[in-house]
């Protein structure tokens, strides 16, 4: 059972490291919004097949890519916008919060260091990359670090995707539809918002693990090596 589930580990391991090359992370969401595209074009009777079925495979797979990162872009600047609504704190208030009491929590950190006191925190943080990304005793933990990025990438384009099949949703409705159809839409769409919202907590949780993991890596990797 325990080799099992170490092969699984690795298993999972290989596919968050290449979800990393490239960023392919774009291609869940670009996949998903893809495919709401394509549903909306067909309930409008317009086909995206090509004759070439290897050409239109490979204009797809660019679309997706294309979709992924337009789709993380525009729910990266809503989860940016909505951020004090939600947690009522702007991203930076939040980073600066995490990043002070990760620093603090190092109770032996070095005082002469002076990255508690750092008055651009981000500046600092910066810096802790790069030292951990020149640094080879830690290319296993820049790794797993980079994957809370991806699934953070991942979580903020699928943001995007909820709203767009809300729209799609609405924009497929029948001219004439039932009260049970309405109900249902309505339904759908809490579910949509209530998922996109999920979204939201998830890509706050990764980054402020990615947060407390390069300080903290920096700590055993160069501070105390």
Known sequence: MTEFMNGFQKLIDIISNAFSILDFSYIVSGGLAFLLILFGLYMHDISFMMENITITIVCGIFLSYVCGLFAWLIGRYLRRKTYRRFYGETIEESFQKVYNETIYSLTSFPSGLGLAKAKDASLSYEYM????????????????????????????????????????????IPADPSCMLIIGMVVLTLVFFSLARFCCNEAKRCAETQIREVILSYYKYVIIK
């Open 129 to 172: 990359w790069i030292c951990l990304d020149k640094n080879k005793d830690a290319v296993s933990r820049v790794n797993y670090i980079h994957r809370f990025w991806v699934m953070q990438a991942v979580f903020e384009g699928l943001i995007t995707v909820l709203l767009m099949a809300v729209v799609v949703l609405w924009l497929v």
